[in-house]
């Protein structure tokens, strides 16, 4: 079939090393933010999100860092392992908040 | 538990035959979407739906249809499937109201037509 939009720009890193994936968002009135990550023949699941009155959140070997001024998320994955290979999406919740808008997303490669 | 689910998970058939992709929730949402995805390429939204009776189509232009008759229930209708429509079809839905939540997805139906 026809493919539609770009390809993903990828990423390869060393197990254990640490994974920075970044994402510019479009929309200046967005106020709420997540991370999906996507294995290989799977949906989207959540990993993590961040409002907009937030710099930074952690999770658990995961942290979000949000740079509204520049309208940049940032998602660092400590000690990274191959069960961390897939693509990553962040997504914006955009004007209305009811839907959200999908960045171009990210193919990360973990090297054993 | 709560889930999204999609059937089928692959779908092989010929070009000209109609189709539908099942999709559906447990978890009680209002908001369900319907995604078109090529394999490591970007989500594009197809199709959306707020409740019962109310479809809207997305930003990617779609030869296909939805119906959302029941809150848990939102298939996806090719009338005459081509070889164009060969693709990923990603189902999800949200309780998400403005700060909060995200969007559960399904694993996604993958569709080719020969």
């Known amino acids: 079939g026809e493919s539609v939009g770009l390809h993903l720009p990828t990423l390869s890193v060393q197990e254990g090393d640490n994974s920075i994936i970044n994402c510019a968002y479009s929309?200046?009135?967005?106020?709420?933010f997540i991370w999906y990550k996507q294995e290989s023949g799977k949906g989207p699941q959540f990993i993590i999100d961040?409002?907009?009155?937030?710099d930074k959140r952690q999770g658990q070997r995961v942290t979000v860092l949000l740079n509204k001024t520049v309208k940049h998320l940032s998602l660092q994955i400590a000690a990274t392992q191959p069960g961390d290979s897939a693509v990553y999406f962040c997504?914006?919740?955009?004007?209305?908040?009811?839907?959200?808008?999908f960045g171009t997303g990210t193919s990360l490669t973990v090297i054993p | 538990e709560a889930d999204i689910y999609q059937t089928p998970r692959y779908l092989v058939i010929g070009t000209g035959k109609k189709i539908t992709l099942e999709c559906s929730q447990t978890?009680?949402?209002?908001?369900m979407y319907w995604y078109q995805q090529d394999p490591g390429m970007e989500l594009h939204l197809i199709h959306y739906?707020?409740?019962?009776?109310?479809?809207e189509k997305g930003d990617l232009s779609s030869e296909s249809t939805v119906s959302r008759i029941r809150t848990e229930h939102f298939p996806l209708t090719l009338e005459s499937a081509r070889p164009s429509h060969t693709s990923q079809y990603l189902c999800?839905?949200?309780?998400?109201?403005?700060?909060?939540?995200?969007?559960?997805f399904g694993s996604g139906t993958r569709l080719t037509v020969v």
């Open positions: 978890m009680g949402h209002d908001k």
């Open positions: 961040i409002r907009s009155n937030m």
């Open positions: 739906s707020y409740g019962v009776n109310s479809t």
């Open positions: 929309n200046s009135a967005s106020d709420y």
């Open positions: 997504a914006e919740n955009g004007i209305t908040g009811n839907q959200f808008y």
């Open positions: 999800a839905s949200s309780e998400f109201d403005r700060g909060v939540g995200g969007y559960t």
